[in-house]
């Protein structure tokens, strides 16, 4: 029997994001389908279920980029010739349409609340950028409307787009039950804290790094990449950055080890639109993990981590504050280890893909016996 053939389409991210490959691309593959992924200038790998496509669009700058890089996934698009069409960036939108003006399904998958994102972009000159936080809103709003579908990662997301397409469904993007190992026993623990994700001004790295100035003896481990390579450069001068381990970015199964190597997992990201309202994926993956989290005092991050005694919240803007809770967690490990606990069952009951990819299947049904 032939399978359905499905597509996802990225302009951005890397072919191996958690949400795009591991989570809903491989679990569409486990249901049945046939599974395509177009990427963008990158070297991809493999994928049990899933074909991974690459295109190149060379460009000298942001502007370049976006054009020749989306049409260079359109024409891929046509030639893989699938039934539903699901794009993950906002540069997308006029291919999904050109996709649907060819008698193509099409879900438009949002990661984040992208009119907040843009009053936070520092290339965008400030005077401009709440007019043009506002014109993306509207546009965006428009176009969702015209979508076979859409799929928003956090409820809040969804709560604004939906009034314009019934068809709009939440899928968080917990971890799977199975993807962190649990180091239950605290002395064979060789990390102090670790943050995982993006490192930036607006996430709290300025106000992390200045916790370890405090007095202290933990060390901190950062995975991932920097926003830009000045920032890497000012922050390697700082005088405690001997402190720091930075490994970089790093493969899915190395992030689970160091998770599950450290003490503490970390998430201060400053008060910003898009964070306030919002839930970091890493927040459930240090829940996964059993292992406590130090995370900003945000009323939806603090009613998570409260309700569930699973860490400590703090002022992400107080370096003092942030080294309190470290410190505090580090010489009570019994407090700490059963704050762990406490965030790995509430995951396998809760917070886990399961839940998540049976609304993404049925999604798929809807849409295709529409």
């Not at 958690?18 to 200038?41: D, K, P, W």
Request: proline share 6%; net charge neutral; aromatic share 8%.
């Amino acid at each position: 029997m032939n399978k359905t053939r499905i597509c996802h389409l990225t302009s951005v991210h890397p072919w191996a994001d958690t949400r795009i490959l591991y989570r809903e691309c491989a679990s569409l593959a486990n249901h049945g389908y046939e599974v395509h992924l177009i990427v963008a200038n990158q070297q991809p790998g493999e994928f049990p279920g899933v074909r991974i496509h690459a295109v190149q669009a060379p460009a000298r700058n942001r502007l370049t980029r976006m054009w020749a890089t989306t049409q260079a996934v359109f024409q891929k698009a046509l030639e893989v010739d699938a039934a539903i069409y699901h794009f993950h960036d906002p540069e997308l939108i006029p291919i999904g349409r050109k996709l649907q003006r060819k008698g193509k399904k099409v879900i438009y998958d949002v990661h984040e609340h992208v009119p907040n994102q843009i009053r936070t972009k520092y290339y965008i000159p400030a005077l401009l950028r709440p007019v043009i936080a506002t014109a993306f809103d509207l546009f965006e709003k428009w176009m969702a409307g015209k979508m076979d579908g859409v799929v928003t990662a956090v409820d809040t997301v969804r709560d604004r787009l939906q009034p314009v397409n019934p068809l709009t469904v939440d899928i968080n993007n917990y971890p799977e039950a199975n993807m962190m190992y649990v180091e239950e026993d605290w002395s064979k623990k060789t990390r102090d804290v670790i943050y995982v994700g993006l490192i930036n001004e607006i996430r709290g790295i300025r106000e992390l790094i200045a916790s370890l100035a405090l007095p202290g003896t933990w060390k901190l481990s950062l995975v991932g990449t920097f926003g830009s390579s000045g920032l890497e450069a000012e922050l390697a001068r700082h005088p405690d950055w001997d402190r720091v381990d930075y490994l970089g970015q790093q493969p899915r199964k190395t992030v689970a080890d160091l998770m599950a190597a450290s003490r503490i997992g970390i998430v201060t990201f400053l008060p910003a639109p898009n964070h306030n309202k919002n839930q970091p994926n890493k927040l459930f993956e240090y829940m996964a993990a059993g292992i406590p989290v130090v995370c900003s005092d945000f009323p939806r991050w603090k009613k998570l981590v409260e309700d569930r005694g699973c860490g400590l919240c703090v002022d992400p803007a107080d370096p003092a504050a942030i080294a309190g809770a470290v410190e505090y967690l580090l010489a009570h490990p019994d407090e700490a280890r059963a704050m762990g606990q406490r965030g790995r069952e509430a995951m396998e009951s809760t917070y886990n893909w399961a839940s998540e990819e049976r609304k993404l299947v049925d999604l798929y049904q809807k849409i295709l016996g529409a």
